[in-house]
């Protein structure tokens, strides 16, 4: 999944996700506590639009719910059960609501922000079209770093 603006382009940071095989019978649900920010942050311009690509999928979004999250309020460095620090990244956890959100049905995601400038991380969970036969909806979770000028 792709974050284009009129700063660039970003890569998502993958995040809790489920599939279905139908014609196998299999499925998963894959919970994660947080999303590792690994990819550079992308710069964009407020009151611009922005769009989020869903390549090679054969499955076209139902809806998409977005939001916009203060990046020094939703980070956190993660630890295991332990207190151990898990790598060097920091990672997004929702700790604060939205300071922008939105829902978009169908496969045209577009967000324009209208938050002041600054650090943002941009959560984007998809809810898929469902495949015929499939026992539970699908749905991924992505977080891009945004800079908003």
């Not at 991380?121 to 945004?146: D, R």
Request: hydrophobic share 40%; net charge negative.
């Amino acid at each position: 999944m792709f974050l284009n603006t009129n700063g660039g382009q970003a890569q998502a940071a993958l995040g809790s996700w489920n599939w279905c095989e139908v014609r196998l019978l299999q499925c998963a649900d894959i919970q994660v506590g947080y999303l590792i920010l690994e990819h550079p942050s992308v710069t964009w311009s407020a009151s611009t639009p922005g769009t989020v690509t869903t390549p090679n999928t054969s499955l076209p979004p139902l809806t998409t719910e977005l939001g916009l999250y203060l990046l020094d309020d939703n980070a956190v460095i993660p630890v295991d059960p332990s207190g151990q620090v898990i790598g060097d990244d920091p990672a997004f956890v929702a700790q604060t609501p939205p300071v922008q959100q939105a829902t978009v049905t169908g496969p045209d995601i577009e967000l324009i922000p209208t938050v002041p400038p600054g650090r943002y991380v941009l959560s984007v969970i998809v809810n898929w079209t469902m495949p015929e036969g499939a026992p539970l909806p699908l749905h991924t979770a992505y977080a891009f770093v945004v800079d908003i000028e």
